[in-house]
């Protein structure tokens, strides 16, 4: 089993990472390609293209123009670490034991704008480029004309290095749209996570997104390394709902927010 999640807008590079051990992401160089591309832009450009604040323009083109094409500890840090946003609460990385973020690097892949596909103790600098962002490059239109197959290949190099016979979709629509589903060796299963809530089950975005990361982190937990066992899955009072589910989309219901 290989799990995929979304990279969060938000970042915290002032926690101490709780752990000295660290990878090199795989698409270093197409990564530093970006940030050619992204240095030419102006801040005010920056924002046009990302429909961003000024202030945040202004930090990101920053960002990109310290960006290194070698990360170090002392300019950056482990992307599971790093990331901070609704997913991450609920993964709570920091907490895990030494072999739970062994499994998490082994078994969970993230998606990224700028990086591609980043294993979690990949070191990453801060950056925002969000997968939907349409920044032309010589490939196309857009960052999905970008990546192309690359991330998709990746993904199957993980999937027959661990002999998995599934990929768990944990990302969200953008970000899952640079995975080319009839290029991938293994059938998709996307978790979908409900909460009761005005006479009816409905997706409210702040739990589902605090849910996926519940589940890596109850897989990393439990080193579940067959997706069969994520219909176990528990946490925040989530359960697996059959009747609701079918093959490829699996329920996780529960009837009041934690």
């Given at each position: 089993?290989?799990?995929?999640?979304?990279?969060?807008?938000?970042?915290?590079?002032?926690?101490?990472?709780?752990?000295?051990?660290?990878?090199?992401?795989?698409?270093?160089?197409?990564?530093?390609?970006?940030?050619?591309?992204?240095?030419?832009?102006?801040?005010?450009?920056?924002?046009?293209?990302?429909?961003?604040?000024?202030?945040?323009?202004?930090?990101?083109?920053?960002r990109y123009h310290s960006w290194?094409?070698?990360?170090?500890?002392?300019?950056?840090?482990?992307?599971?670490?790093?990331?901070?946003?609704?997913?991450?609460?609920?993964?709570?990385?920091?907490?895990?034991m030494p072999e739970q973020l062994?499994?998490?690097?082994?078994?969970?892949?993230?998606?990224?704008?700028?990086?591609?596909?980043?294993?979690?103790?990949?070191?990453?600098?801060?950056?925002?480029?969000?997968?939907?962002?349409?920044?032309?490059?010589?490939?196309?239109?857009?960052?999905?004309?970008?990546?192309?197959?690359?991330?998709?290949?990746?993904?199957?190099?993980?999937?027959?290095?661990?002999?998995?016979?599934?990929?768990?979709?944990?990302?969200?629509?953008?970000?899952?749209?640079?995975?080319?589903?009839?290029?991938?060796?293994?059938?998709?299963?996307?978790?979908?996570?409900?909460?009761?809530?005005?006479?009816?089950?409905?997706?409210?975005?702040f739990y589902a997104k605090r849910?996926?990361?519940?589940?890596?982190?109850?897989?990393?937990?439990?080193?579940?390394?067959?997706?069969?066992?994520?219909?176990?899955?528990?946490?925040?009072?989530?359960?697996?709902?059959?009747?609701?589910?079918?093959?490829?989309?699996?329920?996780?219901?529960?009837?009041?927010?934690?």
């Amino acid at each position: 089993m290989l799990i995929v999640l979304s990279p969060a807008k938000t970042l915290d590079y002032a926690t101490a990472p709780g752990t000295d051990f660290f990878t090199t992401a795989d698409f270093i160089d197409e990564s530093a390609a970006l940030i050619e591309t992204l240095r030419k832009l102006s801040p005010a450009e920056v924002g046009t293209l990302m429909h961003i604040s000024d202030p945040l323009a202004q930090l990101n083109a920053t960002r990109y123009h310290s960006w290194k094409s070698i990360a170090t500890p002392a300019n950056a840090k482990q992307a599971v670490l790093a990331f901070n946003g609704d997913v991450y609460e609920g993964l709570d990385a920091l907490s895990l034991m030494p072999e739970q973020l062994g499994f998490l690097q082994q078994h969970v892949r993230i998606l990224s704008g700028l990086y591609g596909a980043l294993r979690p103790l990949d070191l990453m600098q801060p950056y925002r480029l969000e997968m939907g962002t349409r920044l032309a490059t010589s490939k196309g239109k857009d960052l999905y004309a970008y990546w192309g197959d690359r991330v998709t290949d990746a993904l199957n190099a993980q999937l027959a290095s661990q002999g998995a016979n599934t990929l768990v979709n944990l990302a969200s629509e953008e970000y899952f749209k640079v995975v080319r589903p009839a290029r991938l060796l293994v059938p998709i299963i996307t978790p979908v996570f409900q909460d009761w809530k005005d006479g009816k089950y409905k997706i409210i975005s702040f739990y589902a997104k605090r849910a996926r990361g519940l589940m890596t982190r109850y897989a990393a937990q439990q080193q579940i390394t067959e997706a069969d066992g994520l219909r176990d899955f528990n946490l925040g009072g989530y359960a697996y709902d059959a009747s609701a589910s079918d093959a490829t989309h699996w329920m996780f219901r529960r009837r009041s927010g934690d």
